[in-house]
């Protein structure tokens, strides 16, 4: 057998570790017995346009066509919704015949780490970062090299990132909102980056791709804006799920879009088609791409989120800890009372509360706290937080 790939099913990612831990104590001490902010699963339930959908293509759709292949890319009406509507919404470039349907945004990445990557090349990935990114880009067989954002902020360091890049790398990954920081990257932060690899493909000979990605574009607060990546570099594959927006987490259906400009934009679009194929990622869920049309623009209620994060992040600093405020997302990253993220954890654990070491993350000496949960969840963990950072003297 091969070992990499025994060892990935042998021990699970740390979130899915923490996940199954707080089901066997609920199941052995109550509910009430453990708060879990450990997984991103959608508590809000999905928009009335999606059971819509779903009925008025169950009652209007012949089976055949309902449950049959449709292209491997994607159906084509599908895939001319969606250009449209990145056209009209965010006054992007974008094509249908440059558009790949997927399976969530898991398999988006995967295809474009397949598509571009040779052995031995590197992604630039600002830190903290989502831990799978690691598993896709060395599957691939590239490398990953992670870059600290800068503290506080949590904000890519663009200086840092410069110095990284060298001949051996083919991507800048980024993902705003960000999980597990909750930061956006900002327009004038995205032009910086963005003229740097404009300047780094000329100076190495050779393109450096931005790929972005964005299952949480949706979900930013306060006004805060995401800017849209294909309107800022050509050299551009966005990668896409509906698993926040239409808290379809369970469903996996999403996209990777390439920038109709892409330098030998043919020749990369079918090697996103050929990546596909070679994984197995073939005509994603026909039931679920028919959907989208029906759906685009639409999203769950995001104003609980707006009201979970803003009640768990008054608490938590009323409290004394220290938090980057999150921008987007459902994620709050929480600066551990003590270096090691891990004993903060168990500390934690007997007080019942569930969060994610940073360290998983690349970035040491914090927690991730997801707070896509019920609003009394919140309410009846703060007094445990409370008590917690008693204990460390806040």
Not at 69 to 81: F, H, I, L, M, N
Not at 296 to 302: E, F, P, R, V, Y
């Amino acid at each position: 057998m091969n070992e990499r790939m025994r060892g990935l099913g042998a021990k699970k990612s740390i979130i899915r570790e923490l996940f199954e831990y707080a089901k066997t104590v609920r199941a052995e001490k109550g509910a009430d017995s453990v708060f879990d902010f450990t997984i991103g699963n959608p508590s809000v339930g999905a928009p009335q346009a999606v059971a819509d959908a779903m009925k008025h293509l169950i009652d209007t759709v012949p089976p055949e066509v309902l449950h049959g292949y449709t292209s491997a890319q994607g159906d084509p009406a599908v895939r001319e919704a969606i250009a449209s509507y990145i056209r009209d919404t965010f006054h992007a470039p974008a094509q249908a015949d440059r558009i790949y349907m997927t399976v969530g945004a898991a398999a988006a990445l995967s295809i474009c780490f397949a598509a571009i990557l040779n052995p031995g090349d590197e992604v630039i990935v600002p830190a903290p970062y989502f831990p799978e990114y690691k598993v896709f880009v060395e599957t691939a067989g590239g490398v990953l090299r992670p870059i600290l954002s800068l503290p506080g902020s949590m904000k890519p360091d663009i200086a840092a990132i410069g110095a990284a890049i060298n001949e051996r790398t083919r991507i800048l990954l980024i993902n705003s909102p960000n999980n597990p920081s909750g930061a956006v990257i900002d327009s004038e932060s995205l032009t910086a980056l963005c003229a740097l690899l404009a300047e780094k493909s000329r100076e190495f000979g050779h393109t450096i791709y931005l790929v972005g990605d964005e299952p949480y574009r949706e979900l930013a607060y306060d006004g805060v804006e995401v800017p849209y990546l294909t309107n800022y570099y050509k050299n551009t594959l966005v990668c896409y799920s509906f698993s926040k927006s239409l808290s379809l987490a369970g469903e996996r259906i999403g996209y990777v879009l390439l920038h109709p400009e892409c330098e030998n934009a043919s020749d990369m679009y079918a090697a996103i088609c050929g990546a596909g194929r070679a994984l197995g990622y073939v005509c994603a869920p026909s039931m679920l791409q028919l959907m989208i049309p029906y759906c685009l623009g639409k999203t769950s209620d995001i104003s609980i989120y707006a009201k979970n994060r803003q009640m768990l992040y008054e608490g938590l600093t009323s409290f004394g800890y220290e938090c980057v405020k999150p921008e987007g997302a459902f994620y709050l990253f929480l600066k551990s009372p003590e270096s090691d993220a891990y004993a903060f954890l168990e500390r934690g654990k007997a007080h019942g509360l569930l969060f994610v070491p940073g360290d998983d993350f690349g970035y040491p000496g914090y927690v991730r706290i997801a707070y896509c949960v019920q609003n009394e969840t919140i309410a009846k963990a703060l007094p445990r937080f409370e008590a917690l950072a008693k204990e460390y003297n806040l």
